[in-house]
């Protein structure tokens, strides 16, 4: 129940592609969905977060889709660049423990290679 | 832009020894968390850190890692005994209070031989 699923594991996309990187939950103590995005030898960082109620949030190329009652959310990353090129996590924030703030269970990642 | 910010940048400890990796958090936020990568696998939650005291830990947290923020400004991680499987990356996070969005240093990668 604390797992967040994320696949695939790797992907190749052309440049002007779109990334498409899924990820599915169980626990619906989960109450907030963030994507981060992280380079080699470089920490995570935040690139987009969503909230389970809305269904769509578009910035700029990123888009996360978020299907509720199927405990799904997906990243899209349209006109995919070489500069995209970074390992992508997805990520639930779990308020069921006694912290306040919860703590953000990651899934596996993904590893996005855009080609030129 | 603030930006959370951790020390050393690399370390490499014997089996047994102590390690302290310290955190200077964005200065405006009063949570803390650390969290660890080991090579090629998922960020693992370790524990989550308000107002002098543990917040939230995970199973991982175990009585060979402590927690402290010693004064104002730093966020410190101790690991008593180090163990071969003590090896990764370890972030240091900060939010806001109220605020989900967790920002992360770069790490500090942690060998131990």
């Known amino acids: 129940q604390q797992q967040v699923k994320q696949s695939p594991q790797s992907l190749i996309v052309q440049k002007g592609g779109i990334s498409i990187i899924n990820c599915a939950y169980e626990n619906t103590a989960f109450d907030y969905f963030p994507w981060y995005q992280q380079f080699p030898g470089k920490g995570p960082a935040l690139l987009i977060a969503i909230r389970p109620d809305v269904s769509e949030k578009k910035e700029g190329r990123f888009t996360i889709s978020f299907n509720k009652s199927a405990k799904q959310f997906s990243l899209h990353i349209m006109d995919s660049q070489p500069g995209d090129s970074a390992t992508y996590f997805c990520a639930a924030k779990d308020t069921s423990g006694r912290g306040s703030q919860g703590n953000l269970i990651f899934g596996k990642g993904t590893k996005l290679s855009v080609k030129p | 832009e603030p930006e959370v910010t951790q020390t050393p940048s690399h370390q490499v400890t014997q089996m047994g020894q102590e390690v302290i990796l310290r955190c200077v958090p964005i200065?405006?936020?009063?949570?803390f968390y650390w969290y660890r990568q080991i090579l090629g696998q998922k960020v693992e939650f370790l524990v989550s850190f308000y107002n002098n005291e543990i917040s939230e830990k995970s199973e991982i947290f175990d009585d060979q890692f402590s927690v402290e923020r010693p004064d104002g400004s730093n966020f410190t991680l101790k690991i008593r005994s180090t163990k071969l499987e003590d090896s990764a990356m370890y972030f240091c996070?900060?939010?806001?209070?109220?605020?989900?969005?967790?920002?992360f240093g770069p790490g500090t990668r942690l060998l131990v031989l």
């Open positions: 996070a900060s939010s806001e209070i109220g605020v989900e969005t967790q920002y």
């Open positions: 200065s405006n936020h009063l949570y």
